[in-house]
């Protein structure tokens, strides 16, 4: 079973900057591609950024590879980047048989107070 786990939300002032963690667990798979979703409050999911895209900007994101974890650095945030975030990630079971799954995670809260 593989899971995936976001950690690093919390209460920050505008302006601040805070760095999330996705970490990928489990045996036998491989990860295609992983990426970042928010969802403010009364407002639909949206993407922020997946591991491919050159975003440029406040927010950088970053995976390693070795641990399958992918990182979310934001930078100078703003009230309305109040969401809760998810990792999103697609992936190759290998074991028993080749499958593919698409894995959120449980969301971490970021709230940014003006």
């Known amino acids: 079973q593989v899971r995936l786990v976001e950690s690093g939300g919390g209460l920050v002032q505008a302006g601040g900057s805070l760095r999330l963690s996705c970490a990928a667990s489990g045996t036998g798979f491989s990860i295609n591609r992983m990426g970042w979703y928010r969802q403010a409050p009364g407002k639909q999911r949206e993407l922020v950024s997946t591991?491919?895209?050159?975003?440029k900007g406040r927010f950088t994101i970053a995976r390693d590879n070795t641990k399958n974890i992918l990182y979310l650095q934001m930078n100078s945030l703003k009230p309305e980047d109040t969401a809760v975030y998810y990792c999103?990630?697609?992936?190759?079971?290998?074991?028993?048989?080749?499958?593919?799954?698409?894995?959120w995670g449980q969301g971490t809260l970021v709230t940014v107070s003006s």
């Open positions: 999103n990630a697609n992936i190759a079971l290998l074991t028993p048989t080749y499958r593919i799954l698409e894995l």
């Open positions: 591991d491919t895209s050159d975003v």
